[in-house]
């Protein structure tokens, strides 16, 4: 069966058909128009009941990962969240999960100031649908496909938590009941991941390409690649240095190979992955400083296509990863 | 249990916190900004199987539909369609269907020059969710809530056939084999409406008040006078002049009753319902015939609220209707 990727590229993609858009499918958000006011992005996610998340999922938790992943994708554009519209499908009219998901909604609603414009509400096996807009400068927006040849890759935060607390709670059917603190540490991971919106703002002008983490830094790392390659016609690789991921903390424990697994294939992290060049370390440092976040380089990116594992003696490290799909 | 409008009020209404839209929920799309181009106009609908299409709907009237009934919401705002989104949820990857589905959404996205410009796919029982966005100069918007005392009230088209079809269909539980041409017309209405897009852009300027016809006409009426009578001030109502309403022919064979319920409380009809001053009655007829769609001059706004009808003797003719909610 195709996959995700593979089914949009089949049926929704239209090389052949020009559009006005300044950038259209495949990438963080669409681009469109560019007045003084600059570009709008747009971008949508929808979020499915017993895929995306828990049938048990805390509603507050449910409102703010449902905004938090379409304000990712702003964020990856280094685009300023502007407004959003929510569709629902509900299975029924549960009142007091329905107050839980507007407040948890609208608290990073209103931390991003980005207002609820519109929506739907229908009856239906539960289904959540954002679609999130904002405003980036066209020529500082943060493409996929703006790699260079030599560029260093960077990542925002730590990284592996959120999908080791997914396999957890896979494998034991619940959440524990009791306080385990590495697991809820992950666990909030999981369920509120930060949106990376002043990061996106910070590297406007100072990165060449950005994705952010939803399925794992390997596929993500791949899509990037990938568009830029396109967009530069010389094939595009990049070598990781495992020494210079940045492991959260609680995964201490867990074997380095399954530290690797989760920080490169797990997903659901909603870092930023981004590329700039190697004489705008200092400036990158400096940005991450200013927000407050830890910026790691962990790699670069070369002219050889694939992604490559280059442990603490240099040597390469055998990994076979391939990104999240819904659809294999 | 509250119904939709009430949960949409309840959860997602914020009437004390200010916005920076032109408007927000409430009307048939939001408006944001202000620019020399124009306000973008902006609506989400998410389409349910089961409720609003039935499994075993042809995929390209579905891809059809889906955008039609986004489009139609631009059309009642004024607004020209620029491009929009698609979130759909698949339970699996059938690809026949799919490449019909992306068949009826393309060839009607041409059809009004409104571009794909991103989306998601995941898996899932089967929804989409379209965001349209347009363009309208906010002067010029066609808002619900802009009816005056003593308007006339118009509506596009004739009423009432799609859910005759819709209604055919319930109780036979199948759609006929074989040909059937009222049925087939009706049906047509039913599965593929045509957006009334044309038609919003000539009543710019023209018009003070409109409404596209989902939930039928006395429901999405009552919608109009609600709003408007509270950005007058004052409580408006309407009368309908029975025999003015524009009954779809194919209905002919019905009794009278039968056919003004299904053409005030049927829904389906995505015919735009508007208001416009006595005086520009020439300017309406003449838009009208620019763009060889039927207008119907049903009635009038009056300073007393309800919805009245009057019969051809101009006695008032007693009828209950409420406009179709999900959650009811």
Redesign the interface.
């Known amino acids: 069966?195709?996959g995700?990727f593979e089914?949009?590229r089949?049926?929704?993609e239209?090389p052949g058909v020009a559009?006005?858009?300044a950038l259209?499918?495949g990438d963080d958000?669409?681009l469109?128009?560019a007045?003084?006011?600059g570009a709008?992005a747009?971008?949508?996610?929808?979020l499915?009941?017993?895929?995306?998340f828990f049938d048990d999922v805390d509603p507050e938790a449910l409102g703010h990962k449902a905004l938090a992943v379409n304000l990712s994708d702003l964020a990856a554009m280094g685009a300023r969240p502007?407004?959003f519209?929510?569709?629902?499908?509900l299975p029924?009219?549960d009142?007091p999960w329905?107050?839980g998901?507007?407040r948890g909604l609208?608290a990073l609603a209103d931390a991003h100031g980005c207002?609820?414009?519109?929506?739907?509400?229908?009856?239906?096996?539960l289904?959540l649908?954002i679609?999130v807009?904002g405003s980036v400068p066209p020529a500082q927006a943060l493409r996929r496909d703006r790699a260079r040849d030599g560029d260093d890759l960077w990542v925002s935060g730590a990284l592996g938590a959120a999908a080791w607390a997914l396999q957890r709670r896979l494998e034991t059917g619940a959440w524990p009941v009791g306080t385990e603190p590495a697991l809820d540490h992950a666990r909030a991971r999981l369920e509120r991941p930060e949106p990376r919106v002043a990061l996106g703002l910070a590297l406007r002008g100072l990165a060449h390409a950005a994705i952010d983490l939803s399925d794992g830094l390997a596929g993500d790392l791949g899509h990037l690649l990938e568009r830029s390659s396109a967009a530069a016609g010389v094939a595009l690789g990049a070598v990781i240095e495992t020494a210079a991921l940045p492991i959260d903390p609680v995964l201490g424990a867990l074997p380095q190979a399954r530290c690797l697994e989760l920080a490169l294939a797990g997903g659901d992290d909603y870092e930023l992955l981004f590329t700039a060049p190697a004489g705008a370390r200092g400036a990158v440092l400096a940005a991450g400083a200013r927000i407050g976040l830890t910026l790691s380089r962990i790699g670069r990116i070369e002219p050889a296509p694939g992604v490559r594992l280059s442990g603490p003696d240099g040597r390469p490290i055998p990994f076979h990863a391939r990104a999240f799909d819904?659809?294999l």
């Open positions: 069966m195709p995700e089914l949009i089949r049926f929704f239209r559009g006005r858009a259209g499918i958000c669409a469109i128009g007045g003084d006011e709008l747009v971008s949508t996610d929808m499915v009941a017993g895929r995306h502007l407004s519209t929510l569709a629902l499908a029924n009219a009142e329905l107050a998901l507007a609208f207002e609820l414009v519109g929506g739907d509400t229908t009856r239906g096996p289904n649908c679609t807009l819904h659809f």
